[in-house]
């Protein structure tokens, strides 16, 4: 299915575009997460690349399932390749200064780790003893609800020391405490104010469920019924998925950086929407022009993100004197665009020739068939 491929590539070329921005005092609206409650189509991006990390876990659980893997080496894989994961996370938060006493902990990678950790191992439970190696739908929905209630029923009900219960916001959040006890204040995200985390402990649970969902997906898509039909479920499903989230919001608000219900539902249904819209485009119609570069970046998405947090730091580090003040790279480029463009423009084409960068370093590695595996 290379729809799977376009789709995650085209999660991690938005991934590059809303951190790079050439003036973050100008950017525009879409290109930029929600304040708090509220949704934008940046807080798609990384649930949805969970999501894909969940049906892609199907096809290759199947085909080591098919050379032979066991139980015990499904386990030993989806530990290793977890722990991995966290590793670079760490490296690539402390890079280039590795300042240990601030550096920060949770991140985008630890959360992939954990998240691909927790519904793996489900996984292979489930798997065990199933016929081809398919696990049960409803089970796996059944996880994906009772951890969304369970960290519901947490954050409304259980009393935060000094707040008390049912605090929703990024100070006296049962997830904001937990974040303080567990890593400290100077180990939490820099630009929240240290009093909390987007990628923190409590919501991956929350997070966990868009993996779940996502090998829901990949285990309809492993079966034999029509393509047509399966394609047409999806699609459905995505629908329901999103009606559901947006009929939970006055109840449960839409919330990425708490990772709600509502926006796992929400989240989800946007998934399943995209990725089946995508496979009729892709794998039905086989269309491929103009595709190349997602296909670069999908099929070595960890490559271009490690490569986008090892040269994003750099570029403050690299200044010359300009007059009376010193000078950028960005402030060069974003300065020399502004004088042709509005602000809020110039701002986003900086960002897309960072993408184009970054691509054009990655076909390297594509052209040469080198991925980078975890």
């Not at 930029?32 to 649930?47: E, L, Q, S």
């Not at 104010?193 to 898509?221: H, K, R, Y």
């Not at 809020?344 to 897309?352: D, F, I, P, R």
Request: with cysteine; net charge positive; glycine share 10%.
């Amino acid at each position: 299915m290379h729809s799977i491929d376009v789709f995650r590539g085209l999660i991690v070329a938005g991934m590059l575009l809303v951190t790079n921005a050439g003036d973050w005092n100008h950017v525009y609206w879409p290109l930029k997460h929600a304040d708090w409650n509220g949704v934008t189509p940046t807080d798609m991006i990384f649930p949805s690349f969970l999501f894909l990390a969940g049906v892609s876990m199907t096809f290759s659980f199947a085909a080591r399932r098919r050379k032979g893997a066991n139980t015990a080496q499904l386990v030993r894989h989806v530990v290793v390749r977890s722990l991995l994961l966290i590793g670079i996370g760490l490296v690539l938060n402390g890079w280039p200064k590795y300042d240990l006493h601030n550096l920060r902990i949770p991140g985008v990678l630890q959360r992939i780790g954990l998240c691909y950790a927790a519904a793996g191992l489900f996984y292979v439970a489930l798997t065990r003893k199933q016929n081809r190696g398919q696990a049960s739908a409803t089970a796996l929905g059944g996880a994906a609800i009772g951890l969304m209630v369970s960290y519901w029923a947490m954050m409304k009900l259980v009393p935060v020391p000094g707040f008390g219960p049912g605090h929703l916001d990024n100070v006296g959040s049962l997830d904001a405490w937990i974040d303080r006890a567990v890593f400290g204040a100077r180990h939490l995200w820099f630009y929240g104010g240290q009093t909390w985390d987007p990628e923190g402990f409590l919501s991956t649970m929350t997070a966990t469920c868009n993996v779940l969902l996502g090998i829901v997906t990949g285990e309809w898509l492993r079966t034999e019924r029509p393509e047509r039909r399966k394609l047409m479920g999806m699609a459905v499903a995505g629908l329901l998925l999103l009606a559901a989230g947006v009929a939970l919001n006055p109840l449960i608000p839409i919330n990425k950086k708490i990772w709600t219900p509502s926006f796992v539902l929400l989240s989800a249904g946007f998934s399943l929407v995209v990725l089946a819209a995508l496979s009729v485009v892709v794998d039905r119609w086989r269309w491929r022009r103009g595709l190349t570069p997602s296909l670069v970046f999908g099929s070595n998405a960890i490559l271009a993100f490690a490569l986008a947090n090892l040269l994003s730091p750099l570029e403050p580090l690299v200044q010359w004197n300009a007059g009376s003040h010193a000078q950028t790279l960005r402030g060069v480029v974003n300065g020399t665009l502004a004088r042709w463009m509005s602000p809020w423009s110039a701002s986003l084409g900086y960002a897309l020739l960072f993408v184009a960068g970054n691509c054009a370093i990655v076909w390297l590695f594509y052209r040469k068939r080198v991925f980078l595996r975890i």
